[in-house]
Nanobody, 116 residues
Framework: QVQLVESGGGLVQAGGSLRLSCAAS????????MGWYRQAPGKQRELVGS???????NYADSVKGRFTISRDNPKNTVYLQMNSLKPEDTAVYFC??????????WGQGTQVTVSS
């Protein structure tokens, strides 16, 4: 049974930091890229950042220089360190794990709220 367990969301003041974690288990075919998406109320889900199995990263322009994505391959875990948070970063954050060429799994989402 595939499980993606997210943690680390919460309420923080603008300028503060949070670290999200997503631990994957039960994925038989191995893990390729891992990433974080977010969805604010009334908006479409958008990519925040992604990281390949070799460590190559990609970020949305809105978070470059503030957010850092990393992964621990033996633990099948992906992290998102978020610094200098802004109210516009408020959203539900989802992790996504890709396995093989066509299979993707999503986490349940964790709320991040940044107060001004």
């Amino acid at each position: 049974q595939v499980q993606l367990v997210e943690s680390g969301g919460g309420l923080v003041q603008a300028g503060g930091s949070l670290r999200l974690s997503c631990a994957a288990s039960g994925i038989i075919g191995g893990i390729n890229s891992m990433g974080w998406y977010r969805q604010a109320p009334g908006k479409q889900r958008e990519l925040v950042g992604s990281i390949t199995s070799s460590g190559t990263t990609n970020y949305a322009d809105s978070v470059k220089g503030r957010f850092t994505i990393s992964r621990d391959n033996p633990k099948n875990t992906v992290y998102l360190q978020m610094n200098s948070l802004k109210p516009e970063d408020t959203a539900v954050y989802f992790c996504k794990v890709n396995s093989g060429a066509y299979i993707s799994y999503w986490g349940q989402g964790t709320q991040v709220t940044v107060s001004s």
